[in-house]
Each structure stands twice: as C-alpha cells, then as structure tokens.
C-alpha cells in the first residue's frame, strides 16, 4: 500500500489476535470499546481516547473487544510521524474535548466516504487535531496518575492475573515510573491495591450474593480457595467463612 499523505479509516478490529505489519508507520486512536496491540517489546491497551504509534515495518498484532472502533491514520513512510518522537514512548491518552472532537469526525467520515471533499477536509482537520495533541502530550509532565481509569482497567480484568507491566500501560507509563508515581500517590505497591480490589469485591459478592467461597475465589481472581481465604484473614482480621457465618 503506497501512502503519500495522511489517510484515515474508521475501523473495527477482529475480536481474533491478528499478526502483520506494513512498511508504513500508523497512529491508532481508541473511539469506542477496547483493544490491544503489541509488539515484539511492547503492548498497548487502548481504551476510548487513548493512542499509540506504530512504527514502519514492525510485526504487531491486535485484537479488541465486541463493538470496539479504533481511527486508524496511516501515515506516509518517509514522515517522521508528525514529530510523534517527541512521545518517546510511543503512546499518548486525549484530553476530553479532542477526543470529542475526533470522534464525531471520525463518524462524519465513515458516513462521507463517497464525498471526496468534505472527506478530505475532515482529515485534514483530523490531522491538524492529533499532531496538536502530540505536541501538547509531549510538553506534559505526568504528576497524577488517572486512578479512573486503571481502576476500569483493573475492574475489567479482575478474574485474571494483572501485572504491573499492564497497568503502566494503561497510564502510558514506564514501569518504573508508574510504579514510583502510584506508590507516591497511593501509599501502597500496585500489586497490594489490585489485592484490595480483589478482596473488597468478594466482600460484595459474599453479602450480596451468598456465593460458595470457591466460586468467589475464583470471580476475583485468586488461584485457589485457600490464597483467597489467608489474604482475606491478613486484610480483615477473620476468614471469609466466619465473615460469611455473621452476615447471613
């Protein structure tokens, strides 16, 4: 595919991990739903308003949920990816009003594809919008971490084993970075606030449910009945069969 300027395609990508690559570096943006992509060296989890690059010539794959919508903006190969070095890392996250404005446009330009006019002047706005985001993501220095937004993260995934190494993703971070900077912020290691998470949902699901506790071991993401039972007891002070007992 020979690429001389900026294009844009609103796409929907296979809930299958699909591999390739393309001797032209692309921008992808979340719109709708979540997805992933990875590298050889590096993954990326994007959720609506959330980017990253992909450079020219890299083996990647992506897959995302039922109904995701990313805008994919392919970029011609001698560009140097709208001074997207600056971001270093290779990933970036909106600011709430750009991000509405990208996605109306990207709906406007789905339902414009036959009109050659106003589909171009749509990517020219496009164009003008996500360069002016990298610049401005570029100049920021990251002093909060957006708690929301790894607490969906963490929400989403809590049946399975999350690392740290997901979670700075998800900030668009270093690990050592947002390792630092969560700790800072939080008072507790990442892994330690999953735990939290994973415990104050069997709480829930314990009194509003009445599950086995097997079962609500393994909805929170514990590897067996008897991990779940001793991080309850170090957290609570009593097991989750006496917490149980009392509650009914």
Known sequence: ????????????????????HHDYPQIIIGLTGQSELATDDSSFCLSSGMGCLIDANVEHSFCGTPN?????????????????????RGHFSLDARTHQL???LATELK???????????????L????KRSLMHFGEKRVERLNMAL??????????????VAELSSV?????????????????????????????????????????????????????????????FRRLYGTSPTRYQFFIQ
Do not use: W
């Open 1 to 20: 595919m020979e690429v001389k300027t900026p294009t844009f395609n609103v796409e929907t990508l296979d809930e299958s991990k699909i591999y390739h």
């Open 68 to 88: 995701n919508q990313v805008l994919v903006m392919n970029l011609p190969p001698f560009v140097s990816t709208l001074d997207v070095d600056m971001l270093g």
């Open 102 to 104: 990208i996605s109306l």
């Open 111 to 125: 339902e414009s594809a036959n009109d050659g006019v106003l589909s171009q002047a749509i990517s020219n706005t």
């Open 127 to 130: 164009q003008c919008l996500i």
């Open 150 to 163: 790894i607490d969906s993260y963490i929400d989403q995934h809590i049946q399975k084993k999350i690392s």
């Open 171 to 231: 900030a668009f971070l270093a690990q050592s970075q947002f390792y630092a900077l969560f700790k800072a912020q939080m008072g507790i290691t990442p892994h330690q606030y999953v735990l939290r998470k994973r415990l104050e949902l069997a709480k829930q699901l314990i009194a509003e449910h009445q599950k086995p506790l097997s079962e609500v071991a393994q909805l929170c993401g514990f590897s067996s009945q008897s991990s779940f039972s001793q991080a």
